[in-house]
């Protein structure tokens, strides 16, 4: 079992800066894929950065180039530096796992942390 923990988050006004942290506790070894997804009002949840163990990430369109992921794997921790805000990014953010354990797949979610980006 792997705990996902998220910190950071809040208010900010359009064009700031916010930074998000996530620490996995429990069993993180085997862990490929980190990362965070967010989830607006009314709409399902989406992706907004991976990065798996080896480094490689994956951005959604709308955040390439203004958004940061980053990861440490000796403690479990992944990040995510969000730059240039805008009001559309205002959003519950979830930190995501994904542990391979003997060819069985595990899939992680955080409790999500509030980032309202204000006009």
């Known amino acids: 079992q792997v705990r996902l923990v998220e910190s950071g988050g809040g208010l900010v006004q359009a064009g700031g800066s916010l930074g998000l942290s996530c620490a996995a506790s429990g069993s993180i070894f085997s862990i490929n894929i980190m990362g965070w997804y967010l989830e607006a009002p009314g709409k399902p949840r989406e992706l907004v950065a991976t990065m798996t163990a080896g480094g490689t990430t994956n951005y959604a369109d709308s955040v390439k180039g203004r958004f940061t992921i980053s990861r440490d794997n000796a403690k479990g921790t992944v990040y995510l530096q969000m730059n240039s805000l805008k009001p559309e990014d205002t959003a519950v953010y979830y930190c995501?796992?994904?542990?391979?354990?003997?060819?069985?797949?595990?899939?992680?979610w955080g409790q999500g942390t509030q980032v309202t980006v204000s006009s």
């Open positions: 995501y796992a994904l542990q391979v354990v003997d060819a069985v797949t595990f899939r992680y």
